[in-house]
Each structure stands twice: as C-alpha cells, then as structure tokens.
C-alpha cells in the first residue's frame, strides 16, 4: 500500500498577484522550462479579461477554475476478471490540476490567435460555464452518474 505524501513544499506567490493559484497555473502553462514565457502568457490572458470592463482579473479566474473542478471521476477497478468504472469523489488538490489542465488544453486547441487571447477567452467562456473546459467536467460528471450502480466497488 502506497504511503500518503505530506511533505508539500510551500509555493511561492507570484509577483504581480501574489496569488499561490496564479503561480502553479503558471506552471502547468509552461512548456519546456520557458517560465518568462509562461509567466508572460498567463498575465497578459488576465490582463485582456481585466480590460473587458469593471472585473477583478483574479475573481474572475478563481471562478473560472471553481466551475471547471470536477467533483466526481470514474476509476477503474477490477473485480473478479471483469473492469468496472467506479465513481469516486476527486481530492482537492486533483480537482485544481485538472480544473488547470483541461483549460489550457482547451486554449491551446483553438486556433488562430494568440496562446493569451485563446487563454483569456476559455476563462471568460468557464466563468459562464460555456467552453470546451465545461463540456469535458459535464463528459466526467456524466460518466460517473451512469456508473453510479458500480459504486459499491468502492475501495
């Protein structure tokens, strides 16, 4: 049995926002170590949703990232030679990566703009739970539901 992990190293806050959230997003948005390019990205994205009148830029990206985060996901799970998808609850921190994960990879498959343009506009389409980031939460919480029977293979 695998032994909990508990010794998460505190982030650093980044310097624009002193906000932890901002600075792991940076993280996942960074590609082959290019984090002034990262960095660069996700605050001009913030910067064009801030624009867009009166909003707080960072409100309105921890909204975004609260209607992405799954609550349920099927796991698999195998039980007497047969595989079941048995719904389960998604941990926290689970939640926040895929919540960042399926946005930026909703960014990157549009096309024809810019990496912050593609950015900000999958943020502002997640805060009104639109875009394809919503559609890949729905998929999930969709899966689980019709599983829910599998649910007592629980572990």
């Given at each position: 049995m695998r032994h909990p992990l508990n010794n998460k190293h505190p982030r650093r806050p980044d310097s624009e926002y002193n906000s932890e959230a901002i600075s792991r997003f940076i993280n996942t948005v960074m590609l082959d170590g290019k984090k002034d390019t990262a960095r660069k990205v996700v605050y001009d994205a913030l910067t064009i949703i801030s624009k867009g009148g009166e909003v707080d830029a960072l409100e309105t990206f921890e909204t975004a990232i609260r209607n992405v985060s799954p609550l349920m996901e099927v796991r698999s799970r195998r039980v007497g030679g047969a595989n079941y998808q048995v719904p389960r609850e998604v941990p926290q921190q689970r939640r926040v990566s895929l919540a960042y994960r399926w946005l930026i990879n909703a960014a990157r498959a549009r096309k024809g703009k810019?990496?912050?343009?593609?950015?900000?506009?999958?943020?502002?389409?997640?805060?009104?739970?639109?875009?394809?980031?919503?559609?890949?939460?729905?998929?999930?919480?969709?899966?689980?539901?019709?599983?829910?029977?599998f649910a007592h293979f629980a572990w």
């Open positions: 810019p990496m912050a343009q593609k950015l900000a506009d999958e943020i502002m389409l997640a805060v009104n739970n639109e875009g394809s980031a919503i559609k890949k939460k729905d998929d999930m919480h969709r899966m689980a539901d019709s599983n829910k029977a």
